[in-house]
């Protein structure tokens, strides 16, 4: 591995299911982060994590759910997918310690609720 | 509220010059960033600016006035492979990134 893995690349879910988005980084970075990006709109923050056994609340939060039990791992959960959360998913992360630390991204997850 | 603007989409000729304007206000200021996104790819890091002025790396410069909210990125001696997606990002105060939605330059022959 690389940098950063997501998965799965794509995923056609129906709305009630639950689904957990995977991500994975290999740089020991401390700090990890999900977006959702929609057409229009930029970047949003779901959640983030600042170091391993801690999580945070982003711009769009609700019905999303994240856990971090150590550095490499940081996955998502949607409890019950609803279709307002179609969209593209991307994880990234950082060394997180300055504030010119830059974010590398995942390749992304496609994912469409019906 | 905290809000990023560019323009949603550019056009340019391949050897030409083009610069990416991106305005902000935001709840404090930890810096700024750019990105560059291919579609259908993630997004990649170009530049980052912290001090007023001119930032260049290669044939992409990016420049900062804080005074003003602006920032943008110039893209010199336009090739093909520069057709993407140009992302503007601020650093807030609680040192999250704030995104614009980002303008799609389009590169003719």
């Known amino acids: 591995i690389a940098g950063i893995t997501q998965a799965p690349t794509s995923q056609i879910l129906a709305a009630g299911r639950r689904m957990t988005l995977r991500c994975t980084q290999d740089?020991?970075?401390?700090?990890m982060y999900w977006y959702r990006q929609d057409l229009g709109l930029g970047l949003r923050l779901i959640h983030y994590?600042?170091?391993?056994?801690?999580?945070g609340k982003g711009e769009v939060p609700d019905g999303y759910s994240v856990s971090r039990a150590n550095t490499d791992d940081f996955p998502l959960t949607l409890a019950s997918a609803v279709p307002s959360q179609t969209s593209v998913y991307f994880c990234?992360?950082?060394?997180?310690?300055?504030?010119?630390?830059?974010?590398?991204f995942g390749p992304g997850t496609r994912l469409t609720v019906l | 509220g905290q809000n990023i603007d560019q323009p949603t989409e550019m056009t340019a000729t391949e050897g030409a010059i083009v610069q990416i304007n991106c305005t902000y206000q935001?709840?404090?200021?930890?810096?700024l960033f750019w990105y560059q996104q291919h579609a259908g790819e993630a997004p990649t890091f170009l530049s980052y600016?912290?001090l007023d002025g001119l930032e260049e790396k290669g044939r992409f410069s990016s420049f900062l006035s804080r005074s003003k909210g602006y920032s943008y990125l110039l893209l010199k001696e336009l090739q093909m492979k520069d057709s993407a997606s140009y992302l503007c990002?601020?650093?807030?105060?609680?040192?999250?990134?704030?995104w614009g939605a980002g303008t799609k330059l389009i590169i003719k022959p």
């Open positions: 990234a992360s950082s060394d997180g310690g300055d504030a010119n630390s830059e974010q590398f």
């Open positions: 740089m020991r970075h401390n700090a």
């Open positions: 994590s600042n170091t391993a056994g801690t999580t």
């Open positions: 935001t709840s404090g200021f930890n810096g």
């Open positions: 600016n912290v």
């Open positions: 990002a601020v650093m807030d105060s609680n040192y999250q990134l704030i």
